[in-house]
């Protein structure tokens, strides 16, 4: 570890040994010492929960490397307050490369997500990084290289007092990408079912979710840029206050 070089953290959600965190963390090797602290095993789409009734399991990998048998915001968690695990605390986080886009509605469910939201919530700037599962991970961390080393220079310079940034960036597969465009969350729609199976015992059980998924076009859109060919990026809020609603509560709220 350099004293001179900040601490860049990498997590993810498809586990520890996924192709995906290999890839970004030896293209963030050139902006800081980067350290992995990633779930075990694949934890997509287990958002942001976090495991209080049962003990964890934090293992070494190789140097720098640790799994944590929990989710992705467990890693995050244990990773920022583990008092012997990072030398500092670390000025940018990055979750991913995800095997699987995170774009409008997947916010709510990415584990990906959650992992840089972790942090954020921490007062650390965060990115999450996504490309569809056939999608370039080198690419998508070269991509995520970029972006990385602004969000980086703007941690390094921002005043204590102002919040922390966290950013969702979604890659296409490439080769040919136009750039990076700063965009809003669109939609996805998936198909919503609960198909009933029986086991090889008779006994039921349930598989929910469809296998696809469409999305509108819209204007500014995570989704529609990303159709076009950009690479995605849009910034995310940790507060989830409806504030345009307040006003019209308040109103309400008063009537006799």
Not at 145 to 170: E, F, G, I
Not at 191 to 201: H, K, L, T
Not at 209 to 233: C, I, K, M, N, Y
Request: glycine share 8%; hydrophobic share 40%.
């Amino acid at each position: 570890m350099s004293l001179n070089r900040p601490v860049i953290l990498v997590s993810n959600d498809d586990g520890v040994h996924a192709s995906g965190i290999a890839a970004l963390a030896s293209a963030l090797e050139s902006l800081g010492d980067v350290y992995v602290v990633a779930p075990d095993t694949e934890q997509s789409a287990r958002s942001h929960a976090i495991t209080l009734t049962r003990p964890l399991r934090l293992r070494s990998v190789r140097e720098r490397v640790f799994s944590v048998d929990g989710t992705p915001a467990d890693s995050v968690y244990v990773a920022l307050h583990h008092r012997d695990l990072l030398p500092l605390r670390p000025s940018l986080v990055v979750s991913g490369v995800n095997h699987g886009l995170n774009m409008g509605s997947d916010v709510f469910y990415s584990g990906t997500i959650a992992a840089a939201r972790e942090a954020a919530l921490r007062g650390i700037d965060s990115l999450a990084v996504s490309t569809p599962g056939d999608g370039d991970v080198s690419l998508a961390a070269k991509i995520a290289l970029d972006v990385a080393a602004k969000l980086l220079r703007q941690a390094l310079t921002r005043a204590a007092s102002q919040p922390a940034s966290l950013w969702n960036l979604n890659v296409p597969r490439g080769p040919e990408i136009l750039g990076v465009k700063i965009t809003r969350q669109g939609e996805r729609i998936y198909d919503e079912m609960v198909e009933v199976r029986a086991d090889p015992r008779g006994r039921p059980y349930l598989w929910i979710g469809g296998p696809t998924v469409r999305h509108p076009t819209l204007e500014g859109a995570d989704t529609t840029a990303f159709d076009q060919g950009w690479a995605s990026l849009t910034p995310l809020t940790i507060d989830a206050t409806h504030g345009q609603e307040i006003g019209a509560m308040e109103q309400l709220f008063a009537q006799k």
